[in-house]
């Protein structure tokens, strides 16, 4: 069982920049993929960005490449969603999600994340 904690949000002038942090308990977090998704008002649930368990790989919608970076500190825990230039379109709730990809297709699919935390709003003004 993993439970996550998003922490981070808030609101930010457009141009502006957030940390988005998600504390794990456990201790197989290392063994994890652990992804970011948002759920934007009216809108479905989007993937954003992946890392491999340790680290090694990274994956990213094609909306924030360039924009924003996915890390990871298996000592601490914790994965971080470092996101700049935000855009007023980045306004969501942003959720971090562990599970199990097996292959890269994989680390996109909600479905492929077996524990989500609670979410964290961030809304960017123009």
């Known amino acids: 069982q993993v439970q996550l904690v998003e922490s981070g949000g808030g609101l930010v002038q457009a141009g502006g920049s957030l940390r988005l942090s998600c504390a794990a308990s456990?201790?197989?977090?290392?063994?994890?993929?652990m992804g970011w998704f948002r759920q934007g008002p009216g809108k479905e649930r989007e993937f954003v960005a992946a890392?491999?368990?340790?680290?090694?790989?990274?994956y990213y919608a094609d909306s924030v490449k360039g924009r924003f970076t996915i890390s990871r500190d298996n000592a601490k825990n914790t994965v971080y969603l470092q996101m700049n230039s935000l855009k007023p379109e980045d306004t969501a709730v942003y959720y971090c999600?562990?599970?199990?990809?097996?292959?890269?297709?994989?680390?996109?699919?909600?479905?492929?994340?077996?524990?989500w935390g609670q979410g964290t709003q961030v809304t960017v003004s123009s």
């Open positions: 999600a562990a599970g199990l990809a097996y292959a890269d297709y994989l680390v996109s699919k909600s479905s492929t994340y077996n524990y």
């Open positions: 890392i491999r368990r340790n680290g090694g790989s990274t």
């Open positions: 456990g201790r197989t977090f290392s063994s994890y993929t």
